[in-house]
């Protein structure tokens, strides 16, 4: 069975930062042909991949995020060409409506103080997203490797966005 077959029977899937941010790069380099992002590009490095991790995203019934990952979004997007900043928030949001996508707020005095500390606010949170939504079997999507190892110890469904280069549909 397919890692993509595998998780097509789970509704849920919450979206951490470096997947935002990769596929919002690259729609930009591929479908609007925005060849000077596409040294920012990490992944993917192709349009194959890209689109089988769309299609993968959109096979499930719900996506979500963490109100923390829009922050981070943030201070990525500020860090760009100023010119280019009020594109890649557009683009920023015709993917949270397309994909359909919600927030969901986690206060800090939720979370687990040493996750916080391990991991950051941001990935804490979207742990506790992945409890919060357990009856779900959630999926977390991330590009982040110790992320990806603690979704898997707690029995967390996780991809590595990583992943979809190397897919074959």
């Known amino acids: 069975m397919s890692p993509l ?5 789970h509704e849920l899937l919450i979206l951490d930062t ?3 941010r ?3 790069l690259g729609h930009a380099v591929f479908e609007f042909g925005f060849e000077r992002l596409r ?3 990490t992944w993917p490095t ?7 991790c769309s299609s993968f995203i959109g096979s499930f019934k719900r996506r ?5 990952v829009v922050s981070e979004l943030y201070y990525w997007i500020r860090d ?3 010119n280019g ?24 005095a939720a979370m687990d103080i040493e996750m916080v500390t391990r991991l950051g606010p941001v990935d804490a949170s979207l742990i506790e997203l992945a409890k919060r939504h357990q009856e779900k079997r959630p999926v977390v999507l991330t590009i982040d490797r110790e992320l990806h190892g603690l979704c898997r110890k707690a029995g967390f469904g996780v991809r590595l966005l990583q992943e979809f280069e190397w897919l074959i549909s």
Request: glycine residues 4%; without cysteine.
């Open 5 to 9: 077959q595998d998780d097509d029977r």
């Open 18 to 20: 470096g997947p935002m």
């Open 22 to 24: 990769e596929l919002i």
């Open 39 to 41: 040294r920012d590009l």
């Open 46 to 52: 192709d349009i194959e991949p890209y689109n089988r």
């Open 64 to 68: 979500i995020t963490s109100a923390s």
């Open 80 to 82: 760009t060409e100023k």
């Open 85 to 108: 900043q009020e594109r890649l928030w557009h683009r920023a949001y015709e993917e949270f409506r397309d994909m359909g996508m919600t927030e969901e707020v986690i206060p800090l």
